[in-house]
């Protein structure tokens, strides 16, 4: 299994960012997945998530209004829309897959990508 994280970069504050995870090696329709994020010197935290069906998705208070998470899958992959991007924004992005609970955390999860680094210039 793998899951491959890409399109982090540099942005300036209020920019935005997509992010995208290309899963591989299971079933990615019956998965739960998500985005986590680790800031430096920090543990990692929740983002947000998205049920199998895509029916369920919870967002971190911290970016609820300015990301939206998105999953095809006929593409096995998940998206991170980021948008209005703040210096906290900052961070390696993880996303995530799980099958076997609901809420997300960072427990949980079965399968992790390798991040993708997001820096947020204020």
């Known amino acids: 299994v793998q899951l491959q994280a890409c399109g982090g970069g540099l942005v300036q504050a209020g920019g935005s960012l997509r992010l995208s995870c290309l899963a591989s090696?299971?079933?990615?329709?019956?998965?739960?997945v998500g985005w986590f994020r680790q800031a430096p010197g920090k543990g990692r935290e929740f983002v947000a998530a998205?049920?199998?069906?895509?029916?369920?998705?919870q967002y971190a208070d911290s970016v609820k209004g300015r990301v939206t998470l998105s999953r095809d899958n006929i593409k096995n992959t998940m998206y991170l829309q980021m948008n209005s991007l703040k210096a906290e924004d900052t961070a390696v992005y993880y996303c995530a897959a799980n099958r076997r609970s609901w809420p997300l955390t960072d427990s949980t999860m079965d399968y992790w990508g390798k991040g993708t680094q997001v820096t947020v210039s204020s």
């Open positions: 998205m049920g199998w069906l895509g029916g369920n998705t």
């Open positions: 090696g299971l079933t990615f329709i019956t998965y739960h």
